[in-house]
């Protein structure tokens, strides 16, 4: 166990290059061996072959006579061409922004307090790139959330998506519900991801944003 989590830095690192490179997708396109991926991936044989032994190591990969192949977890989220891709995440989770919270945590522990200037600043734009990074890994929990809630009866909503990010929960709701009109508040930078993204699911007339701060704006009643 103590190894494990002192070396489990390298396990982040080996999925990020695999995310990076497009290895689990070259797989899953038929890219098997470490030479089919050096030639797909454009990188060197030995560099191909070591990663995916490694990612053999720890799970990710399966491996069979010199073959390599895809588990259900890396088809189903790491292959980009799967609607449940969580492959971006990678890139909020793993950001150097949140990374660096970490980089000394004992002085953390010994002010009793973050020793890092904080993502919270107005427009940070860490919250960006949070929004357009986390929608493939919002979307199944906001079907789900549409479902309990009895999204497909039509009835007349009106919804407040308070810190609404990326917007995926109330424009979910409002796919599913013709008659539910959805009012998202966070910054406006990060707003601009949310109406993007209900102008692609199409719901746009009906997704309106309030920008500023919860805890200052105006969200007025009825």
Request: glycine letters at 10%; a neutral charge; aromatic letters at 8%.
């Amino acid at each position: 166990m103590i190894f494990d989590t002192l070396n489990a830095y390298q396990r982040t690192r080996a999925l990020r290059a695999g995310i990076d490179l497009n290895l689990f997708t070259a797989i899953g396109e038929g890219a098997a061996t470490a030479a089919d991926l050096a030639r797909k991936l454009k990188v060197p044989e030995r560099g191909a072959r070591i990663l995916a032994d490694y990612l053999v190591v720890i799970g990710m990969l399966n491996k069979q006579g010199g073959h390599y192949g895809l588990t259900l977890d890396s088809a189903k989220f790491l292959d980009r061409r799967s609607p449940a891709y969580l492959g971006t995440a990678a890139n909020f989770l793993n950001s150097r922004e949140l990374e660096s919270h970490f980089d000394d945590l004992a002085a953390a522990v010994r002010k009793g307090g973050s020793v890092t200037s904080g993502t919270i600043e107005p427009e940070s734009p860490i919250w960006v790139e949070f929004a357009r990074a986390m929608v493939p890994m919002i979307a199944m929990p906001a079907e789900f959330i549409a479902g309990v809630v009895g999204a497909d009866s039509g009835a007349p909503w009106k919804v407040l998506d308070i810190a609404a990010g990326h917007g995926m929960f109330g424009i979910t709701l409002a796919r599913h519900n013709p008659n539910a009109k959805i009012v998202g508040q966070d910054w406006a930078n990060v707003l601009e991801v949310a109406k993007e993204n209900a102008q692609k699911a199409g719901v746009a007339s009906r997704y309106q944003t309030i920008p500023g701060s919860a805890f200052d704006v105006d969200f007025g009643g009825g």
